[in-house]
C-alpha cells in the first residue's frame, strides 16, 4: 500500500472511531495498555535489543489517533530519530527520554491533559519507551487513571499542534543562521589574519629599530676611532714638524672611494681634488651626499696623500667630551688645543724633575734647552690670555667661561671647540656647521678672522656650512658632492658665483634635452606611421633606418640624463608655509611681564608685546639673553614671575626647536614620524599625501620618508 493510500485509511478509521467514541461511554483505550504490557523481557536484556524491533510510529500512530497528520509526522520523525541514536550508541534511554519530555511535558500541562509536570514527564517517557522496558514497571502503572491521563494527553497534544509547528525551523530560517555562522567564521578569520599582521609588523618594527641602533652604535665606534686616531695623528705631526718643519705644500687626493657609514652604496667613487695652501674651500651638496663624512675622513687621513708633518684640525657639529675635558673650563680647553706646546710643557717638566734630582745627561740638558726656547718662540706664557680674548670676541661672558664645560649648553661647548680649532692655528682646518650655534655679532667675527686674518692666509681652511651668506664671505673655492652622481667637483669662487654657473649649467641642460627629445619623437613619428610614406622597398628601408636612429638617440639621451643628474638635485626648492586663517584680536599677548629663573638674575621686566595673525617677529639678542625663554612663555611652558600672558584658545602653534632632537624620534623615517604627528584615517590617500608633501621639502624615498 502506497504512503499516501496509509493516510487516507488512518484517517477513515480515525473517524469511525470518533463515532463510536461518541455514542459508548468513555474508557480507557485497550490497545495502548495490552501494547504496553505484553513481552516482559529479562533484566539482561540491553537498551538497543529492546528497541531492535520496536515499531515507534505504530504506538504513535494509535496514540494520536485522529490527531492532525503533519504533527503527526513531526513527532513520529522526532522519536525514530531518538530511538536510533539509542540503537547506534549515540545516546542513552535517560538522555533521549529527557529529550522528549522536555518537548512534551510542558504542553501536556498547558493543555490540562496531565496535572503536574511529573505526570506529564511520565506520560511523555511511556510515548517513548517500548513495552519491554514499561512492563518492568508493573501492572499498576496502567491503572483507569493512568489510561484517563493517557487519553486526555493525546487530546492535548493535538490542541498544542500549532504551537509545536511554530517551533519547526523554515528554510529561511535555517539559511539564515547558516548565513550568520559564515559571517561569524569569516568574521574570526578576519581578526586572525589582522593579529598575525599586526604581529608581523611589530616584529618588522623592532627589527629595523634593532638594526638603526646598530648603525648607531657602529657609527659611534667609528667615531671614536676616528677620534684616537685623529689624536695619533695631530701628536705624529708635531713630531714631525720639528724634524721635517712646517708643511708648505699642496694637499692632493686622487681616485679615493668613499664608504657609506650607514651601509650601502659609496656615498664617492673615484673622486679627486687638490687642497692648496691659503685657499679657503666650501664643501656644498645635499643633505646625506657626505659632507661631514668626507670631512671626517680627510681629518684621519684616511684618503689623500697626507705629508707627515701636516697639522689637521676638526671641529664636528656634535660635541663629545671626555671625561677629563668635562671638568675643564673653557679658558683651559682651548689652551689645550695648542698641542704642540702642550707637549713641550709635559717633556720640559720632566727634564726639570730629572734635572732637580741630578739625573739630566748632557744630551737631556740640551734638549731642555730646545724645549724651553721652543715655547717662547710659539708665546706659551701668553697662551692663557690669547685664549680668553678668543672666548670673549665669540660672546661668552666671564661667568661662562669660568664654568666646567659639562655645565655648559650643547651650543656653547660648540663655540668653546671653534675656538680652539682657531686657537691651535692647525695646516689644515676642518669645520662642519661652525655658524649653527653663533650669534650674528660672532659670524661676523668668524667670517672677518678666516678671510682677513695673516695666520689664514698660509694655511688651508674647508668648511661645510648652510649659511650661503658666510659662505660667500669666506670661500674662494667650491667643492660640490653629486648624491645622483656620486662625483666630487671643484671650481673657482665662492658660492654664489658657482650657483651662477650652475644656474647655466641647468638652463643649457633644459635646452639641449628639448632638442634631443624632439628629435627622437620626429624619428619615432615617422617610422611608426607604416606605409603612410609609401609602400615601395625604399621607403620600408628608409622607415627601417629611422627606427634604429632612434632607438640609437633613446640610448644617448638616457646617458646624458644619468651624466647631468645631479643638475637636477640642486634645483631650488620652494619652502610653503601655509597658514590656518586669521584671527580676530591678539594671538598672544604679553602685558607687563617679567621673568627669571631661580637664583639667576631677572632676564627681562615690564615687558609689552602684543602678537597678531599678521604679525612677523623676529627675536634679536646675544645668547643667554632670554630669546628662547621669552618664546616658551609665549607658548605657555613657562609662567612669569610678573604680569599677565594671554594666547588665544583658537590659535594653533607649530614649534621648531634649534636641538632636532629635542622634537624628533631618532628610530622613526621621516615618513613614520609624519603619519606619527597627523595619523588621519589610514589610508593609502593620506599617506601618498604625506609622501608628496615630504617630497616638496626635499625629503625624498631615498632618504627614508618611503621606508
Same mark, same amino acid.
Given at each position: @500500500?502506497s504512503?499516501?493510500?496509509?493516510?487516507?485509511?488512518?484517517?477513515?478509521?480515525?473517524?469511525?472511531?470518533?463515532?463510536?467514541?461518541?455514542?459508548?461511554?468513555?474508557?480507557?483505550?485497550?490497545?495502548?495498555?495490552?501494547?504496553?504490557?505484553?513481552?516482559?523481557?529479562?533484566?539482561?536484556?540491553?537498551?538497543?535489543?529492546?528497541?531492535?524491533?520496536?515499531?515507534? #510510529?505504530?504506538? /504513535?500512530?494509535?496514540?494520536?489517533?485522529?490527531?492532525?497528520?503533519?504533527?503527526?509526522?513531526?513527532?513520529?520523525?522526532?522519536?525514530?530519530?531518538?530511538? #536510533?541514536?539509542?540503537?547506534?550508541?549515540?545516546?542513552?534511554?535517560?538522555?533521549?527520554?529527557?529529550?522528549?519530555?522536555?518537548?512534551?511535558?510542558?504542553? &501536556?500541562v498547558?493543555?490540562?491533559?496531565?496535572?503536574?509536570?511529573?505526570?506529564?514527564?511520565?506520560?511523555?517517557?511511556?510515548?517513548?519507551?517500548?513495552?519491554?522496558?514499561?512492563?518492568?514497571?508493573?501492572?499498576?502503572?496502567?491503572?483507569?487513571?493512568?489510561s484517563s491521563?493517557?487519553?486526555?494527553?493525546?487530546?492535548?497534544?493535538?490542541?498544542?499542534?500549532?504551537?509545536?509547528?511554530?517551533? %519547526?525551523?523554515?528554510?529561511?530560517?535555517?539559511?539564515?543562521?547558516?548565513?550568520e555562522?559564515?559571517?561569524?567564521?569569516?568574521?574570526?578569520?578576519?581578526?586572525?589574519?589582522?593579529?598575525?599582521?599586526?604581529?608581523?609588523?611589530?616584529?618588522?618594527?623592532?627589527?629595523?629599530?634593532?638594526?638603526?641602533?646598530?648603525?648607531?652604535?657602529?657609527?659611534?665606534?667609528?667615531?671614536?676611532?676616528?677620534?684616537?686616531e685623529?689624536?695619533?695623528?695631530?701628536?705624529?705631526?708635531? $713630531?714631525?714638524?720639528?724634524?721635517?718643519?712646517?708643511?708648505?705644500?699642496?694637499?692632493?687626493?686622487?681616485?679615493?672611494? &668613499?664608504?657609506?657609514?650607514?651601509?650601502?652604496?659609496?656615498?664617492?667613487?673615484?673622486?679627486?681634488?687638490?687642497?692648496?695652501r691659503?685657499?679657503?674651500?666650501?664643501?656644498?651638496?645635499?643633505?646625506?651626499?657626505?659632507?661631514?663624512?668626507?670631512?671626517?675622513?680627510?681629518?684621519?687621513?684616511?684618503?689623500?696623500?697626507?705629508?707627515?708633518?701636516?697639522? %689637521?684640525? $676638526?671641529?664636528?657639529?656634535?660635541?663629545?667630551?671626555?671625561?677629563?675635558?668635562?671638568?675643564?673650563?673653557?679658558?683651559?680647553?682651548?689652551?689645550?688645543?695648542?698641542?704642540?706646546?702642550?707637549?713641550?710643557?709635559?717633556?720640559?717638566?720632566?727634564?726639570?724633575?730629572?734635572?732637580?734630582?741630578?739625573? /739630566?745627561?748632557?744630551?737631556?740638558?740640551?734638549?731642555?734647552?730646545?724645549?724651553?726656547?721652543?715655547? %717662547?718662540?710659539?708665546?706659551?706664557?701668553?697662551?692663557?690670555?690669547?685664549?680668553?680674548?678668543?672666548?670673549?670676541?665669540?660672546?661668552?661672558?666671564?661667568?661662562?667661561?669660568?664654568?666646567?664645560?659639562e655645565?655648559?649648553?650643547?651650543?656653547?661647548?660648540?663655540?668653546?671647540?671653534?675656538?680652539?680649532?682657531?686657537?691651535?692655528?692647525?695646516?689644515?682646518?676642518? &669645520?662642519?656647521?661652525?655658524?649653527?650655534?653663533?650669534?650674528?655679532?660672532?659670524?661676523?667675527?668668524?667670517?672677518?678672522?678666516?678671510?682677513?686674518?695673516?695666520?689664514?692666509?698660509?694655511?688651508?681652511?674647508?668648511?661645510?656650512?648652510?649659511?650661503r651668506?658666510?659662505?660667500?664671505?669666506?670661500?674662494?673655492?667650491?667643492?660640490?658632492?653629486?648624491?645622483?652622481?656620486?662625483?666630487?667637483?671643484q671650481?673657482?669662487?665662492?658660492y654664489?658665483?658657482?650657483?651662477?654657473?650652475?644656474?647655466?649649467?641647468?638652463?643649457?641642460?633644459?635646452?639641449?634635452?628639448?632638442?634631443?627629445q624632439?628629435?627622437?619623437?620626429? /624619428?619615432?613619428?615617422?617610422?611608426?606611421?607604416?606605409?603612410?610614406?609609401?609602400?615601395?622597398?625604399?621607403?620600408?628601408?628608409?622607415?627601417?633606418?629611422?627606427?634604429?636612429?632612434?632607438e640609437?638617440?633613446?640610448?644617448?639621451?638616457?646617458?646624458?640624463?644619468?651624466?647631468?643628474?645631479?643638475?637636477?638635485?640642486?634645483?631650488?626648492?620652494?619652502?610653503?608655509?601655509?597658514?590656518?586663517?586669521?584671527?580676530?584680536?591678539?594671538?598672544c599677548?604679553? @602685558?607687563?611681564?617679567?621673568?627669571? $629663573?631661580?637664583?639667576?638674575?631677572?632676564?627681562?621686566?615690564?615687558?609689552? %608685546?602684543?602678537?597678531?595673525?599678521?604679525?612677523?617677529v623676529?627675536?634679536?639678542?646675544?645668547?643667554?639673553?632670554?630669546?628662547?625663554?621669552?618664546?616658551?612663555?609665549?607658548?605657555?611652558?613657562?609662567?612669569?614671575?610678573n604680569?599677565?600672558?594671554?594666547?588665544?584658545?583658537?590659535?594653533?602653534?607649530?614649534?621648531?626647536?634649534?636641538?632636532?632632537?629635542?622634537?624628533?624620534?631618532?628610530?622613526?623615517?621621516?615618513?613614520?614620524?609624519?603619519?606619527?604627528?597627523?595619523?588621519?584615517?589610514?589610508? $593609502?590617500?593620506?599617506?601618498?599625501?604625506?609622501?608628496?608633501?615630504?617630497?616638496?621639502?626635499?625629503v625624498?624615498?631615498?632618504?627614508?620618508?618611503?621606508?
Amino acid at each position: @500500500m502506497s504512503r499516501r493510500a496509509a493516510r487516507r485509511a488512518a484517517k477513515k478509521s480515525g473517524g469511525e472511531s470518533k463515532a463510536k467514541a461518541a455514542a459508548a461511554p468513555v474508557v480507557a483505550p485497550a490497545a495502548p495498555a495490552t501494547s504496553v504490557s505484553s513481552a516482559a523481557p529479562t533484566e539482561s536484556l540491553s537498551a538497543a535489543s529492546l528497541y531492535k524491533d520496536h515499531d515507534s #510510529s505504530t504506538d /504513535l500512530a494509535i496514540a494520536f489517533k485522529g490527531v492532525d497528520e503533519s504533527l503527526l509526522e513531526y513527532y513520529q520523525g522526532l522519536r525514530a530519530e531518538l530511538v #536510533s541514536q539509542i540503537r547506534s550508541g549515540e545516546t542513552t534511554k535517560d538522555d533521549a527520554s529527557a529529550q522528549f519530555i522536555e518537548l512534551v511535558s510542558q504542553v &501536556l500541562v498547558d493543555s490540562g491533559v496531565a496535572s503536574s509536570l511529573p505526570d506529564a514527564a511520565a506520560l511523555a517517557k511511556a510515548l517513548l519507551k517500548p513495552a519491554a522496558l514499561l512492563s518492568e514497571q508493573g501492572e499498576e502503572k496502567t491503572t483507569a487513571a493512568g489510561s484517563s491521563s493517557t487519553t486526555n494527553a493525546y487530546t492535548g497534544i493535538a490542541q498544542d499542534s500549532k504551537v509545536r509547528l511554530a517551533r %519547526v525551523k523554515t528554510k529561511q530560517q535555517i539559511w539564515m543562521e547558516e548565513r550568520e555562522a559564515k559571517e561569524n567564521r569569516d568574521s574570526a578569520k578576519a581578526s586572525r589574519e589582522a593579529e598575525l599582521l599586526n604581529k608581523k609588523l611589530e616584529k618588522k618594527a623592532a627589527r629595523k629599530k634593532k638594526m638603526k641602533e646598530t648603525n648607531a652604535e657602529e657609527s659611534e665606534r667609528q667615531r671614536a676611532e676616528i677620534e684616537e686616531e685623529l689624536l695619533a695623528a695631530r701628536r705624529d705631526a708635531i $713630531y714631525a714638524c720639528a724634524n721635517m718643519g712646517a708643511f708648505k705644500g699642496t694637499l692632493e687626493t686622487n681616485d679615493f672611494t &668613499l664608504p657609506n657609514p650607514g651601509g650601502g652604496q659609496p656615498l664617492l667613487e673615484d673622486a679627486s681634488c687638490t687642497l692648496v695652501r691659503g685657499r679657503r674651500y666650501g664643501l656644498i651638496g645635499r643633505n646625506g651626499t657626505g659632507k661631514s663624512t668626507m670631512l671626517r675622513a680627510l681629518a684621519s687621513r684616511r684618503h689623500g696623500n697626507f705629508p707627515p708633518n701636516l697639522t %689637521v684640525h $676638526y671641529v664636528s657639529q656634535e660635541v663629545n667630551l671626555s671625561a677629563e675635558q668635562r671638568q675643564k673650563n673653557p679658558v683651559e680647553i682651548v689652551v689645550d688645543a695648542d698641542l704642540e706646546r702642550t707637549m713641550l710643557m709635559e717633556e720640559t717638566e720632566e727634564l726639570e724633575a730629572l734635572s732637580n734630582s741630578d739625573q /739630566l745627561d748632557v744630551e737631556g740638558a740640551t734638549r731642555l734647552g730646545e724645549c724651553l726656547a721652543r715655547l %717662547v718662540d710659539i708665546g706659551a706664557e701668553t697662551a692663557s690670555a690669547r685664549a680668553t680674548q678668543l672666548l670673549d670676541n665669540l660672546g661668552f661672558t666671564s661667568e661662562l667661561k669660568a664654568r666646567p664645560l659639562e655645565n655648559l649648553s650643547g651650543g656653547w661647548r660648540v663655540r668653546t671647540m671653534l675656538a680652539a680649532a682657531i686657537f691651535a692655528e692647525p695646516d689644515l682646518l676642518l &669645520l662642519d656647521e661652525p655658524t649653527n650655534h653663533l650669534s650674528i655679532l660672532a659670524v661676523m667675527w668668524l667670517a672677518r678672522e678666516l678671510s682677513h686674518s695673516p695666520t689664514w692666509k698660509s694655511r688651508i681652511v674647508t668648511i661645510v656650512s648652510h649659511d650661503r651668506h658666510f659662505m660667500d664671505v669666506v670661500c674662494t673655492d667650491v667643492l660640490h658632492i653629486s648624491g645622483a652622481a656620486r662625483r666630487l667637483t671643484q671650481s673657482r669662487g665662492n658660492y654664489t658665483s658657482w650657483n651662477e654657473t650652475r644656474r647655466q649649467q641647468q638652463i643649457a641642460f633644459a635646452k639641449e634635452a628639448a632638442l634631443r627629445q624632439a628629435e627622437i619623437d620626429k /624619428l619615432q613619428d615617422y617610422a611608426g606611421h607604416g606605409f603612410k610614406y609609401g609602400g615601395s622597398s625604399s621607403q620600408i628601408n628608409k622607415m627601417k633606418m629611422k627606427e634604429k636612429q632612434a632607438e640609437k638617440l633613446v640610448e644617448d639621451f638616457k646617458s646624458f640624463k644619468e651624466n647631468a643628474s645631479s643638475l637636477k638635485e640642486d634645483m631650488e626648492l620652494s619652502l610653503e608655509i601655509k597658514s590656518g586663517g586669521e584671527l580676530d584680536g591678539y594671538v598672544c599677548q604679553l @602685558m607687563n611681564v617679567s621673568f627669571g $629663573y631661580p637664583s639667576s638674575p631677572i632676564l627681562f621686566d615690564q615687558v609689552e %608685546v602684543g602678537i597678531t595673525s599678521k604679525s612677523r617677529v623676529v627675536l634679536l639678542g646675544e645668547n643667554g639673553m632670554g630669546k628662547t625663554t621669552l618664546v616658551k612663555l609665549m607658548l605657555g611652558l613657562l609662567e612669569p614671575n610678573n604680569g599677565t600672558v594671554r594666547r588665544s584658545p583658537h590659535a594653533r602653534v607649530a614649534l621648531v626647536n634649534q636641538h632636532h632632537a629635542d622634537q624628533i624620534d631618532l628610530t622613526l623615517t621621516p615618513l613614520q614620524f609624519m603619519q606619527k604627528c597627523y595619523p588621519g584615517n589610514g589610508s $593609502y590617500e593620506h599617506t601618498q599625501k604625506l609622501r608628496s608633501h615630504l617630497a616638496g621639502c626635499g625629503v625624498t624615498a631615498g632618504s627614508g620618508a618611503g621606508e
